[in-house]
């Protein structure tokens, strides 16, 4: 497991902090800011997660995540942050599951900014992936339609490509598929942008399908197989979602100490009072914990580890928890002047984002439960067997 950025990932880790920085002070954005994208795009980003042959730099993922970090330590508002994240998961699906051909459609779309969305949940049924109601009807010629609709999707209302959770038709909860297309596709049609309570920068929608007509080749995987292959895809975006949760926090931690230091009460800074110390303190606490939990779910995710969907899930919760936690108290640690529009506040409205991008805190202590259940149900069949021999 990498335990430190060696020396080429501390200046790109150090680079992308510098394009954060440049940005924030800035008024928050109220619309996807297309002049701050096309910045990382020119920066380089998404060519160390590209393969040379389809014109980046090679996929290294560690390199990605220091840049990743960088950008997330020093940017005020995360909807940019929340925008790489989402299109990670997009070149992650074509890295483990797409043919040459969709790889050479795509990734070099990617690499010239273009932006692309993953739909996953319906809206009657959210991210219980089996009930979804978007059907795939396989037609002749190894054709298909698709009818359905999926909503809360980042990016849908811009995106140019679509990563889109389905089901084959006549299945209960069983026939996941996987379906990549262009979002001028006939019978596709994006909805107006959602208003949220904050990311405002971060685009979210309702995709619909209506009648939508494909062939083989814009089916991701195998045909009923997609549930396995979609769990590989988002736990990427999962760790992401707790890293950057934590590191977000890191430049509004030195504001609040700078804060704590120069208010006072009782003729004291309130720095000095132990309850503010405990409250600064779990935020740089929580900060660690989801940075050291992220990089050991990267490490165990990129080495094939059983155990890496239970530490992405973890990570998530981790990092998520601590945002949402640390902006509470930092707005309490304000007092009424938290409470003003201001970063303080900002800062609360886009953090709430976090306590269910990538999956509800539920939804992932599901999944932790069932993947404990499944580890230590593999590691009884092994000693089983061991003790037969």
């Known amino acids: 497991m990498q335990m430190h950025w060696n020396e080429a990932q501390t200046m ?18 109220a619309e996807f800011d297309r002049r ?16 040379s042959a389809y014109g980046g730099q090679g996929i290294d993922w560690w390199n990605f995540t220091a840049a990743l970090e960088g950008l997330a330590s020093t940017i005020r508002h995360p909807g940019l942050v929340l925008s790489v994240i989402g299109q990670a998961g997009m070149v992650r699906a074509l890295e483990l599951y797409g043919t040459e ?38 037609g002749p010629n190894e054709t298909f339609v698709l009818n359905g609709a999926k909503h809360n999707i980042a990016h849908a209302p811009i995106s ?4 889109i959770v389905c089901k084959l038709a006549g299945q209960e909860r069983q026939g996941i598929s996987l379906v990549l297309v262009d979002t001028d596709r006939a019978g596709l049609t994006a909805g107006a942008v959602d208003r949220k309570l904050g990311n405002a920068d971060l685009p979210t929608g309702r995709l619909d399908f209506d009648d939508m007509r494909l062939d083989y080749g814009d089916l991701l995987g195998e045909p009923g197989r997609g549930l396995g292959h979609l769990v590989n895809i988002v736990s990427l975006g999962r760790l992401y979602y707790g890293l950057v949760g ?25 720095l000095d009072h132990q309850y503010v110390q405990k409250k ?25 580890d059983p155990a890496a969907a239970m530490s992405c899930s973890i990570a998530k919760i981790a990092g998520a928890d601590t945002v949402v936690d640390a902006a509470v108290d930092l707005v309490r640690l304000h007092g009424s002047d938290g409470y003003h529009a201001g970063p303080v506040s900002d800062l609360l409205r886009d953090a709430m984002a976090f306590a269910s991008v990538g999956g509800t805190d539920e939804m992932h202590r599901r999944n932790i439960m069932g993947q404990m259940t499944r580890l230590r149900r593999n590691a009884q069949q092994v000693e089983t067997m061991r003790v037969a021999v």
Do not use: C
């Open 12 to 29: 790109i880790r150090a680079k992308y902090a510098r394009i954060g920085q440049a940005e924030r002070d800035d008024p928050a954005p």
């Open 36 to 51: 701050r994208w096309e910045a990382l795009v020119r920066a380089g980003m998404w060519h160390m997660v590209v393969p």
């Open 101 to 138: 051909a969709q790889r050479a459609r795509f990734l070099p779309r990617i690499l010239a900014g273009e932006l692309s969305a993953t739909a996953i949940a319906d809206p009657g049924s959210g991210t219980d992936v089996r009930a979804t109601s978007s059907i795939l009807t396989p």
């Open 160 to 163: 140019t490509m679509v990563l």
């Open 246 to 270: 934590g590191w977000l926090l890191e430049p509004a931690l030195n504001e609040a100490l700078d804060y704590a230091q120069q208010r006072q009460t009782f003729g004291v800074p309130i």
């Open 280 to 304: 600064l303190t779990d935020i740089r606490i929580g900060i660690e914990t989801s940075r050291w939990t992220a990089y050991g779910a990267l490490h165990q995710l990129l080495t094939g």
